[in-house]
Structure formats: C-alpha cells, structure tokens
C-alpha cells in the first residue's frame, strides 16, 4: 500500500498566484481531510468529506480557499489568490469511516 | 461538540525515564482517542489507540490509559529514549460519526 499520497511535497509561489494542492487517499478509505498546521496554530481541520460529499467546511478560513473531491481516489485544495499568511504544511489524511486517520507526507507551502 | 485539551506543552526527560503526556475531553459519547507521534519534517504517524470499552492498552514501552468517569486519557512512554524526541498528539472522537478532535500537541524532548 502507497500510503496517502500529496502533491507537491513543496510550492514557492508569490502573493496573488493560484496554488492547488492534491491528494490521493489510500484505496477504500472512504473519508478524506485537509489540515493546515503552522506553529501559531497547531493543527487545523480544513474540511472534510465523506464518500467523496463535502460534509464540514467551517474550518476552511475564507473564500479563497475551496476543496473538491470529483472521485473516491482524488481531492484537491485550491487557495486563489494566495497570501504570505498561508504559509504552512498542508496535510491530507484518509481514513474508513472517521476513526483512524492516515496522513499524507504533507505539502509545504511559501507564499512570498 | 468534543473539546480535547492536552497537557503539558512541552516537556523534557532524561534518558532512560517516564515520560506522561495527560489529555482531557469533554464529549461524554466519544469512544475512540487514538495518539500520534509527529518528529520533525514529518507527518503524524499513529503510535497507539485505545477504545472506551477497555482501560488500558500497552504496546512495548507505550501504554494509555483511559479513564471514562473522569473523561481524561494518558501516554505513558518508559525507558525513554532519544528517538523519542518528537511532538505527540492525543485526539477523540465519536466512532463513525465525527472527525477526530486534536490536542494542541506535547513537544517531547529526551536528553541522553
């Protein structure tokens, strides 16, 4: 098993630029979640779904952040247009049901 | 909804020692609180979990403990060592019914 599966590992952008991050979840994990964690922070829920429906966006922190999950084995994160204040590693964890999760490597973003 | 608070913040053992990293939770109906170990650059990794239906589990030198009336659980980690050194994470939750709930983390630190 490939474990869960984020790309890219890395992305410098500057301020304004789109920046879609991906996931692909582990096979027959039927739920999926984006974190963001920073230092300030700690580790926040984005959103998540379950059998590919959005069930709660109320972490994601504004507008310019959205998320779709067209099938069971892709999600992206989208952040347009992008702030330096989104700097963080972004995680995406899979799990059946909502128990056990399984993170991705993470993708660590520079908004410059 | 469920509130995990953790504690402590940080903390630093010597090698060789205990280590106890003590979590709270206030929904009564969660039933599942698994912990993660987070080393540096990395991504969380689950290290041991326990359900409401049992007191204790061990696993080599990790234990937990959960303590239903009191609605608090623990990581118990002996014979420390330096590979330890990590951010540890308890979260709770509902089975199959909500997202798991994060602690704000423990920064293990292990001095040899």
């Known amino acids: 098993d490939a474990g869960v599966i984020q790309s890219p590992r890395h992305e410098v952008t500057e301020m304004g630029q789109e920046v879609t991050l991906r996931c692909k979840p582990i096979?027959?994990?039927?739920?999926l979640f984006w974190y963001r964690q920073t230092m300030m922070r700690g580790l926040e829920l984005l959103i998540y779904?379950?059998?590919?429906?959005?069930?709660?966006d109320s972490g994601m922190p504004e507008d310019r952040f959205s998320a779709k999950m067209p099938n069971a084995s892709f999600s992206t994160l989208k952040i347009q247009p992008s702030e330096p204040r989104d700097s963080a590693v972004y995680f995406c964890?899979?799990?059946?049901?909502?128990?056990?999760?399984?993170f991705g490597p993470g993708t660590r973003l520079l908004v410059l | 909804g469920e509130n995990v608070e953790q504690h402590p913040s940080t903390l630093s053992v010597q090698e060789g020692d205990s280590a106890v990293i003590k979590c709270t939770y206030s929904?009564?109906?969660?039933?599942?609180f698994p912990w993660y170990k987070q080393e540096l650059g990395k991504r969380p990794q689950l290290i041991i979990d326990?359900?409401?239906?049992?007191g204790e589990k061990k696993d080599q030198r990790i234990a937990v403990t959960l303590n239903k009336t009191a609605k608090h659980f623990s990581l118990h980690i002996t014979e420390t060592q330096p590979e330890d050194s990590a951010v540890y994470f308890c979260?709770?939750?509902?089975?199959?019914?909500?997202?798991?709930?994060f602690g704000k983390g423990t920064r293990l630190s292990v001095i040899a």
């Open positions: 929904d009564s109906a969660s039933n599942y």
């Open positions: 979260a709770g939750t509902v089975s199959g019914n909500t997202p798991l709930v």
């Open positions: 096979s027959g994990h039927n739920s």
């Open positions: 326990i359900r409401s239906n049992v």
């Open positions: 964890a899979s799990s059946t049901k909502t128990e056990t999760q399984y």
């Open positions: 779904f379950n059998n590919n429906v959005p069930i709660d």
